[in-house]
């Protein structure tokens, strides 16, 4: 095995592979697939799910023409607000790269990171009865917030077959910053447990591994049949 930097790869599959795997082998297709920091959009759930119904949500308008664009030609709605554990107003910290924004108020608040006042509502009062007896799929790609979105989400975290979360392995944002474990023990008390686990993000400083997108189903739901290795 080689000791270049350069022999490093991402550590899991990769979303498109694992999508290919639910529709193929697990024969899920999502009826609506909900994409939380949603920037510019995700290509590779619009593409492998092509007629479903797609919601992004987003809250910095520089990124909603982008946004736009990825999901024409699919049935979608878009959002220009923030998903939090409470509807009002937040703050967002914008640094050079938008796409690193945050809701969590980090520790450290570089004098040059732009800051801008949104509006939050949360993912039960946004889709109050849209989801009885349909597929769900969720996305949550919101800087350390993901935890939040999903409080504010309980009951549509019980109509969602698959749940996907980034998740950090450190507290970059500060102690509030929730990491791994307390994402897992969350679900877990929610009835979702780690289904699998997708792609991957390397440290800057040491290349050890920062962040993970962490799988979640139902404990005890069909994409679980059983214990058998």
């Known amino acids: 095995m080689s000791n270049s930097p350069t022999a490093l790869t991402k550590p899991t599959r990769m979303f498109v592979q694992f999508f290919w795997w639910l529709k193929n082998v697990a024969e899920y297709y999502p009826d609506i697939c909900i994409d ?3 920037a510019g959009g995700t290509p590779s759930i619009n593409r492998s799910f092509k007629d479903s119904l797609h919601l ?6 520089s990124f ?11 049935r979608h709605e878009i959002f220009q607000m923030a998903l939090m554990e409470k509807p009002g107003e937040m703050e967002i910290t914008i640094p050079d790269n938008a796409y690193t924004a945050t809701m969590i108020s980090p520790d450290y608040r570089e004098s040059d ?7 939050v509502s949360t ?3 946004q889709l109050n009865g849209r989801l009885e007896n349909k597929k769900v799929l969720l996305k949550t790609d919101c800087q350390g917030g993901d935890l939040d979105v999903i409080k504010g989400g309980t009951e549509v975290l019980q109509h969602c077959d698959v749940v996907i979360m980034e998740t950090s392995l450190y507290r970059f944002w500060g102690d509030h910053h929730p990491d791994f474990y307390d994402i897992v023990s969350y679900m877990k008390s929610q009835g979702l447990v ?6 991957g993000t390397f440290k800057p400083s040491n290349r050890a591994l920062g962040q993970v997108d962490l799988v979640f189903v139902h404990e005890d739901g069909p994409l679980r049949p059983n214990h058998r290795w």
């Open 36 to 38: 939380v920091g949603a």
């Open 56 to 61: 992004a949500f987003e809250p910095q308008p």
């Open 64 to 74: 909603i023409p982008e946004l736009q664009r990825e999901l024409d030609g699919y």
């Open 113 to 119: 990171d732009r800051k801008l006042v949104v509006e």
């Open 123 to 125: 993912l039960d009062l």
């Open 194 to 199: 780690v289904f699998d686990i997708l792609e």
